[in-house]
């Protein structure tokens, strides 16, 4: 006789509810959750630690980090200029952190995947059950990121610390009512200057109740007065460090950065692709069809040209994987689209849960100059 999965599962989502509902329940969840995932994906760096298994690649990157530990503002313009570490030159929010902090680069990996990985975790599930006012869904809807590279990144992504961009992003969308939102988007641009274009949903999100003069209500309210400051903020931070320090992302010929540069690899793309963000392509694309489906053109304007040029972007570049994985913010507001309908709650619950299951099923891999796939249970490798 077949369990009932039915039944299964609305008991499996009444104790999530019941979570939220006791002392800490939140809190608890959080860990449970960063638990379960750090056994499944064992964080790449320990595992290089303890068995030796260092690349050449790992030694190089980790030598220029501590360098630009040492001295963040030190222009490295003796490296070539397409080489993929004077892109990197200008991120150095991680690079301030592990000075102040006085850790190496390798304890900034430290500080990703055992304490910002969790504090992810917990924004997520508080943003999203703010958004779908929905606790379920917001359980499931973060499960749906953490089986995509974006969860996958605070265990395995080693000294380029995208994970820390990724928690400024949810960060910025937590906090995007209060005037801590300029700092927290100042420090994540820093970290990633492809968290810029993805932040721009931030102006979407408090609007989308508007059905008359929504224009004027997107410029005239304080979040966007955030985000514009923030932004220009750091265009001044970017002028002003070029002119004292002659820091700068290298563009154009031999540098790396030219439109379409991944078309290169070829069939090693839809992986890659596949990869940043997995099923929740989908919920993308439904969001899309929302706006146009209840006719708010400017907002559907809006998102589809930060997609687009996510896309533009992630192509320009040899690390597809990573760049698509920034846009994980539009999958925020379908969150939001998605509580405007209350009549399919629990068909809304089980579509997010099916989602989320796929994506923690299916493998991982991230594309620079090869495909590298994401190992999991990589801890049973050490007996």
Not at 75 to 98: C, M, Q, S, W
Not at 192 to 204: C, F, G, H, Q, Y
Not at 214 to 226: A, D, L, P, Q, V
Request: proline content about 3%.
């Amino acid at each position: 006789m077949l369990p009932n999965l039915i039944a299964i599962q609305s008991k499996f989502n009444q104790k999530i509810n019941n979570c939220f509902d006791s002392n800490w329940g939140i809190l608890k969840l959080t860990l449970i959750i960063f638990a379960c995932f750090s056994f499944i994906y064992f964080p790449e760096i320990i595992y290089k630690r303890t068995s030796g298994a260092w690349l050449s690649q790992d030694h190089t990157i980790q030598n220029f980090v501590n360098a630009k530990i040492q001295n963040p503002f030190k222009a490295f313009n003796n490296l070539h200029v397409g080489d993929h570490l004077r892109k990197r030159e200008l991120r150095i929010t991680p690079y301030l952190l592990g000075k102040v902090l006085h850790v190496e680069a390798i304890k900034l990996f430290y500080l990703q995947a055992l304490l910002l990985f969790p504090i992810f975790i917990f924004i997520c599930l508080k943003t999203i059950t703010e958004l779908s006012k929905d606790r379920i869904i917001s359980f499931w809807a973060t499960l749906t990121l953490l089986g995509t590279y974006v969860g996958n990144s605070f265990t395995y992504d080693t000294f380029f610390y995208d994970s820390y961009a990724f928690l400024g992003l949810i960060a910025a969308f937590f906090f995007r009512k209060n005037w801590i939102l300029i700092p927290i988007l100042l420090l994540t641009y820093f970290v990633d200057e492809r968290s810029v274009i993805p932040s721009a949903a931030i102006i979407i999100i408090d609007k989308l109740d508007n059905t008359k003069g929504y224009m004027k209500s997107i410029i005239n309210n304080r979040t966007f007065g955030y985000l514009a400051l923030a932004i220009f903020l750091y265009i001044l931070s970017r002028i002003i460090l070029y002119l004292n320090f002659n820091l700068f992302t290298p563009a154009g010929k031999g540098s790396g950065i030219i439109l379409f540069t991944a078309f290169r690899f070829g069939l090693k793309i839809p992986g890659a692709v596949f990869s940043a963000l997995k099923l929740n392509y989908l919920l993308i694309f439904l969001a899309i069809s929302q706006f146009f489906k209840t006719k708010k053109w400017l907002f559907a304007f809006i998102y589809i040209s930060i997609f687009s040029l996510i896309i533009v972007i992630s192509f320009a570049v040899e690390d597809v994987t990573r760049s698509l994985a920034y846009g994980f913010p539009l999958i925020l507001i379908f969150y939001q689209l998605l509580s405007k309908n209350s009549t399919q709650k629990e068909n809304n619950r089980l579509f997010v849960m099916v989602i989320a299951v796929i994506n923690l099923l299916l493998p991982t891999y991230t594309l620079l100059l090869k495909l590298y796939h994401v190992p999991i249970f990589n801890w049973i490798n050490l007996f």
